[in-house]
């Protein structure tokens, strides 16, 4: 529509001038003595409008003329970003189709533009990682070093990849530097998790499962395995320093206490440290939340002397839990046990033969048979001592 109507205006434009010239009479007259000349009013617009396209044309040309080392510069520029962001694209393609030679070397062709050459890098530094090239690897991210709008996304990936290598001190370090920028997002902590895992700083990672807890970031089944390996390394850690060992138990929340797993290792750990007490307290805790036959090892290495009132409450809680128990050869070897530090000679030899009555595990045969062998030399009866040592070794060598 705009087309038409200005077609419409130069024609009216061309007749209103043919009309209007037809018409004129007038004449312009240009002196300069002692020359005169003298030209009709049509001719002279005639000449005056071939002037000024005649300067209109001269003029642009200058302007063309001075512009053309911009047009081009900018012209190579427009090419060298179409080329850029094409090796961009197609590094991050093979990337995702796993060809990573392809997409370091696209990524290469990338950090022609500046503003390409974060991304470039980073996804030369993850192609190079996943061929093992190392080295390669960290001369990407150094190129990028001093680049802060991308310091985040450097550490990030740096964290992953060097926890992917099981470089857990330099991902650590990346970590480190995240947090002093205030950046915890969920994914920085769980590669976070897995450095600590890594670095086995099993404080910090019962600290990291606890907050990827709380914002619904981790499987529950996951964080619970992790807070048992987590608390069974550090029991294990600190068992031969009984103060060490107090302090590492009393900050497990009481709700992880009564966790099987946990309660286990550390009433090996206080055995272990001869914090007998202790050791009995966490057993006899944990079996009135949920029954394990672990603990009971724990509980008969961690007997009383003999005479004292913690052998005769061991002695009456077994006794108590065999009722609601029966046949079960760990509690019945347990008692049997304690019952032999007690002296009590005929139960000791009743519930250790209940024992290997209801078992056929090798290692409650094994034992109950060296007590038993042991018992019986106590007494004196050296034929049935010899007998079941006899035994035991032959439970030792299956």
Not at 62 to 77: D, G, H, L, S
Not at 170 to 190: S, T, W
Request: with cysteine; charged share 25%; glycine share 4%.
């Amino acid at each position: 529509m705009r087309i038409f109507i200005r077609i419409l205006i130069l024609f009216a434009l061309a007749a209103g001038i043919a009309i209007g010239g037809r018409f004129n009479a007038g004449n312009v007259v240009l002196f300069y003595p002692p020359t005169r000349i003298d030209l009709s009013l049509n001719f002279f617009l005639l000449i005056l409008a071939l002037l000024f396209f005649v300067t209109y044309f001269v003029v642009r040309t200058i302007i063309a003329t001075t512009e053309m080392p911009k047009k081009v510069a900018e012209y190579r520029q427009s090419k060298r970003e179409r080329e850029s962001n094409r090796a961009l694209r197609d590094a991050l393609k093979a990337l995702f189709e796993g060809r990573f030679g392809h997409a370091e070397k696209s990524a290469a062709k990338a950090l022609d533009l500046p503003e390409n050459k974060a991304l470039a890098s980073l996804i030369g530094a993850r192609a190079a990682h996943h061929m093992s090239q190392f080295e390669r690897r960290n001369v990407w991210f150094a190129g990028i070093e001093d680049d802060n709008a991308y310091k985040t996304a450097r550490l990030v990936t740096m964290t992953e990849l060097y926890v992917d290598e099981h470089k857990a001190e330099l991902a650590l370090e990346a970590v480190k530097e995240l947090n002093a920028r205030g950046k915890r997002h969920i994914q920085v902590l769980r590669w976070a998790l897995k450095a600590n895992q890594q670095a086995k700083n099993w404080a910090e990672v019962v600290k990291l499962v606890r907050t990827l807890e709380k914002n619904h970031a981790i499987h529950p089944a996951l964080a619970g395995r992790l807070r048992e390996i987590s608390y069974e390394a550090l029991l294990k850690e600190h068992r031969h320093d009984a103060e060490s060992l107090r302090r590492v138990w009393s900050e497990v929340p009481s709700a992880e206490r009564k966790n099987r797993y946990i309660a286990v290792s550390a009433a090996a750990a206080f055995t272990k440290c001869q914090v007998l007490d202790e050791a009995r307290a966490v057993v006899e805790k944990s079996l009135a939340e949920e029954w394990d036959n672990r603990l009971l090892r724990s509980y008969r290495e961690a007997a009383g002397s003999e005479g004292s009132a913690a052998l005769r409450s061991q002695i009456e809680h077994c006794e108590d839990w065999l009722k609601n128990h029966p046949k079960n050869a760990e509690l019945e070897l347990t008692l049997g046990v304690l019952c032999f530090h007690q002296k009590l000679w005929g139960k000791a030899q009743v519930h250790m033969e209940d024992a290997l009555n209801h078992t056929e595990e090798a290692r409650i045969v094994r034992e109950a048979n060296l007590s038993l062998a042991q018992l019986h030399e106590k007494l004196g009866q050296t034929t049935e001592a010899t007998k079941h040592y006899r035994q035991c070794a032959l439970a030792t060598s299956q």
